[in-house]
């Protein structure tokens, strides 16, 4: 079947009442989680952007861009529709097809979300490939990913004071560090909502694919593009697991083949088909929900990849992680018993 020939319908669960909590990663919903505790700061910062910057963003895209409804790009507007009824999302973002034969989108705004897909990006995916990715910008709009990235970032800049101070400039470094290690879990979160909203993992799977190669998927081989996720996992010596690091702290996003694996590996981990099947956390309990649960979901995340990874510079991170254990509780043990004889 040709790209943009409409299949017949499939029926979809429609996830009703679903939280942002159900997709997104530990590591970026610890982050969440508290950051949705300070009230008010999240309305500030909405209305000031909106008074310049989304307006400028959206005039621009009014001006040089083509946006999506029932009669210009009626396919993108229906495949939108859908993706909101799935993830139960009835106030959806304007839609809009900006030239660029690059396969990109991205969510703009924080008062009024809006999606940008690429004109190559429409024209390489099929329907349920652009519903997978419409459904992850859709998750990222829904998280507030923009909101609460610009309200760090904002606070950020308020310690460029720290220059000033001797070894400033290394705690920015880290907070900055820790932002882009947030943004790219950010990204599989969306791309965990973009399979709960398109319920396709092979489409999925397959626009990871086109994402790596540029399009096409006439010569790759599922079985060896998820080898090379195996691969990169597996690394090598010390040596590669410190160019590993220093090339993701540039990275706002995971790679292409990185993120098919995250994603396959929480597929097989039972979460995805729980929530279709209605195991989920509902918006109704977001303002109840615990900081400290989630810190300690995040902590176990990274405790579950260590264990998981096989590179050299992981292993022995976990490895001394688990020495460090071992010593602290005997000490404690000993100190115990001392007081014990006291």
Same mark, same amino acid.
């Given at each position: 079947?040709?790209?943009?020939?409409?299949?017949?319908?499939?029926?979809?669960?429609?996830?009703?009442?679903?939280?942002?909590?159900?997709?997104?990663?530990?590591?970026?919903?610890?982050?969440?989680?508290?950051?949705?505790?300070?009230?008010?700061?999240?309305?500030?910062?909405?209305?000031?952007?909106?008074?310049?910057?989304?307006?400028?963003?959206?005039?621009?895209? %009014? !001006?040089? *861009? @083509?946006?999506?409804?029932?009669?210009?790009?009626?396919? =993108?507007? +229906? #495949? /939108?529709?859908?993706? &909101?009824?799935?993830?139960?999302?009835?106030?959806?973002?304007?839609?809009?097809?900006?030239?660029?034969?690059?396969?990109?989108?991205?969510?703009?705004?924080?008062?009024?979300?809006?999606?940008?897909?690429?004109?190559?990006?429409?024209?390489?995916?099929?329907?349920?490939?652009?519903?997978?990715?419409?459904?992850?910008? %859709? !998750?990222? *709009? @829904?998280?507030?990913?923009?909101?609460?990235?610009?309200? =760090?970032? +904002? #606070? /950020?800049?308020?310690? &460029?004071?720290?220059?000033?101070?001797?070894?400033?400039?290394?705690?920015?470094?880290?907070?900055?560090?820790?932002?882009?290690?947030?943004?790219?879990?950010?990204?599989?979160?969306?791309?965990?909502?973009?399979?709960?909203?398109?319920?396709?993992?092979?489409?999925?799977?397959?626009?990871?694919?086109?994402?790596?190669?540029? !399009?096409?998927?006439?010569?790759?081989?599922?079985?060896?593009?998820?080898?090379?996720?195996?691969?990169?996992?597996?690394? &090598?010596?010390?040596?590669?697991?410190?160019?590993?690091?220093?090339?993701?702290?540039?990275?706002?996003?995971?790679?292409?083949?990185?993120?098919?694996?995250?994603?396959?590996?929480?597929?097989?981990?039972?979460?995805?088909?729980?929530?279709?099947?209605?195991?989920?956390?509902?918006?109704?309990?977001?303002?109840?929900?615990?900081?400290?649960?989630?810190?300690?979901?995040?902590?176990?995340?990274?405790?579950?990849?260590?264990?998981?990874?096989?590179?050299?510079?992981?292993?022995?991170?976990?490895?001394?992680?688990?020495?460090?254990?071992?010593?602290?509780?005997?000490?404690?043990?000993?100190?115990?018993?001392?007081?014990?004889?006291?």
């Amino acid at each position: 079947m040709a790209s943009g020939e409409k299949k017949p319908a499939r029926a979809r669960a429609v996830l009703t009442d679903i939280s942002s909590r159900a997709w997104e990663h530990p590591a970026d919903r610890g982050a969440l989680v508290a950051l949705r505790k300070l009230k008010g700061f999240d309305v500030l910062l909405k209305t000031m952007s909106g008074v310049f910057r989304e307006r400028a963003w959206r005039l621009t895209l %009014l !001006g040089s *861009a @083509v946006r999506v409804d029932e009669r210009q790009f009626a396919r =993108l507007h +229906r #495949l /939108l529709a859908e993706v &909101g009824r799935s993830l139960d999302v009835s106030d959806l973002p304007e839609l809009y097809v900006q030239a660029d034969p690059a396969l990109g989108a991205v969510t703009v705004g924080m008062d009024r979300p809006i999606i940008v897909l690429s004109s190559g990006l429409v024209h390489h995916l099929d329907d349920d490939e652009l519903r997978f990715v419409i459904g992850h910008e %859709l !998750g990222h *709009a @829904v998280s507030g990913h923009a909101v609460y990235r610009t309200l =760090l970032v +904002r #606070l /950020l800049g308020l310690g &460029g004071l720290l220059y000033a101070i001797p070894g400033g400039a290394i705690g920015i470094r880290m907070i900055t560090v820790g932002l882009l290690e947030w943004s790219r879990k950010a990204e599989l979160s969306a791309d965990r909502a973009g399979l709960l909203a398109s319920q396709d993992p092979t489409a999925a799977l397959r626009t990871h694919m086109k994402l790596a190669s540029g !399009g096409t998927l006439d010569e790759l081989d599922v079985t060896s593009f998820l080898s090379q996720g195996a691969e990169y996992d597996e690394g &090598g010596d010390v040596r590669e697991s410190l160019i590993k690091l220093s090339l993701l702290q540039q990275q706002s996003h995971p790679f292409a083949v990185v993120r098919a694996t995250e994603l396959r590996r929480w597929i097989d981990s039972g979460a995805y088909t729980a929530i279709l099947g209605g195991d989920y956390p509902r918006r109704a309990d977001d303002d109840t929900a615990s900081v400290s649960d989630a810190a300690q979901e995040a902590a176990a995340s990274y405790t579950a990849a260590f264990e998981r990874t096989q590179d050299t510079l992981g292993r022995l991170v976990h490895d001394l992680a688990g020495w460090v254990g071992t010593a602290s509780s005997w000490l404690n043990d000993r100190i115990r018993r001392a007081n014990e004889g006291a």
